[in-house]
């Protein structure tokens, strides 16, 4: 592991009003240009520079387009308001090199007005602008437990923080063979717990774009007891050995030098699966051959200080694959101590990752 650098100052996002990105930073490349995307508040943001300066220049700040109407008013006894960011948030991104145009996966987080509760779900949008706006298609995972079985259990009076309703984090995507394979944490059957274990979906990268391109969804498939049968949106899941570490925000991607893949994620900033308080000054990596087995996580970088929302940046032009060297990213809040961080006092790192020799 590398020692941190900066590479997003306080005072350039500071310059560009774009100072609370609520999720990751990930990069692509289009037609040569390094292009770099984030949601600020409820707008997603796109930017452009080499891996040294991705503020360098702001292309576009956006908001989605053609979202249900349960994100507009309260219709459907849904917040009407965007607090704590409410609603739609980046979760990550892919270049359809085929169309030229940008993917956008979603987390979207649907609140009660009381803000008891929320229930989230992870879709996707696109861009034929190359990233200047983006158009919803629709939501691919719901988690197990149902959306009825949820809303019930907050009508019965039992509600608490806002933190603790199932959280699916981001959409931790990497490819082989032709598939999407999505890492993000589930929920089977307590509304009150934050999350039943780390589970993966699948679905073939041609229908996936195929499908957007005519604003629809292609059908994502969960892994459950050894097979691929069951619904992304609300079917059974079966939970993978690694385990979660608070919400599952962060990034994956394929390594071609270890034939492996590659999950990088954060401690959880609020609390572990079981109430626990986490260490949230850790960004933790992991390994697996099969995309099913996974090694323990390992520590990329920690100290006393909140390191939230990692992603995993190339060395090359595809940044779904990775070689023996690869950038992790991340939001540091540089100003207070661990719990006490505040959201504004942050900057963006990021630390050089080199597998050794005989790793995997």
């Known amino acids: 592991m590398g020692e941190p650098e900066t590479v997003i100052s306080h005072d350039r996002m500071r310059e560009l009003d774009i100072r609370g990105i609520d999720g990751s930073l990930f990069a692509l490349v289009d037609d040569g240009r390094w292009k770099w995307f984030g949601t600020n508040l409820v707008k997603i943001v796109c930017t ?8 360098e220049t702001l292309l576009a ?3 989605l387009e053609g979202l249900p109407d349960a994100y507009t008013n309260t219709k459907f006894g849904f917040a009407e308001d965007h607090l704590w ?14 169309r030229g145009h940008i993917l956008a996966f979603m987390h979207t987080e649907w609140t009660l007005e009381t803000r008891d509760g929320t229930y989230f779900r ?11 706006s983006f158009r919803w298609c629709g939501h691919i995972i719901g988690p197990e437990l149902s959306y009825d079985t949820w809303l019930d259990h907050w009508r019965s009076g039992s509600v608490g923080g806002h933190h603790a309703f199932g959280n699916m984090g981001l959409a931790n995507y990497a490819i082989r063979d032709g598939d999407f394979y999505l890492y993000y944490t589930d929920t089977r059957d ?22 957007a391109d005519r604003l629809e969804v292609a059908p994502w498939h969960k892994y459950c007891d050894g097979e691929w049968g069951e619904s992304g949106r609300g079917g059974r899941f079966t939970s993978l050995n690694l385990e979660p570490r608070g919400y599952l925000h962060g990034d994956a991607a394929y390594s071609s030098y270890l034939d492996a893949f ?5 401690h959880g900033k609020h609390t572990g699966p079981k109430g626990e308080r986490l260490n949230a000054g850790s960004v933790l990596i992991a390994f697996s051959k099969d995309g099913i087995h996974w090694t323990d996580w390992q520590t990329v970088h920690a100290d006393d200080h909140l390191h939230d929302y990692p992603s995993i940046v190339s060395m090359g032009h595809d940044n779904e694959v ?8 991340y939001k540091y809040c540089f100003n207070d101590i661990l719990p006490d961080w505040d959201w504004y006092t942050n900057r963006w790192d990021r630390v050089l990752v080199t597998m050794a020799d005989g790793d995997g």
């Not at 452009?48 to 503020?55: A, I, L, T, V, Y």
């Open 85 to 98: 960011g409410d609603g739609p948030t980046l979760a990550n991104v892919y270049l359809d090199r085929g």
């Open 262 to 266: 590659v999950l990088v994620t954060r």
């Open 48 to 55: 452009s520079g080499p891996p040294e300066e991705p503020f």
């Open 122 to 132: 992870l879709g996707i949008a696109i861009s034929k602008d190359g990233g200047h």
């Open 190 to 211: 307590s509304p009150d717990t934050f999350s039943q274990g780390m589970a993966v979906a699948r679905a073939k990268v041609a229908d996936v774009l195929e499908a």
């Open 61 to 63: 700040r956006s908001e």
């Open 322 to 329: 990775v070689g023996r060297s690869f950038w992790v990213y």
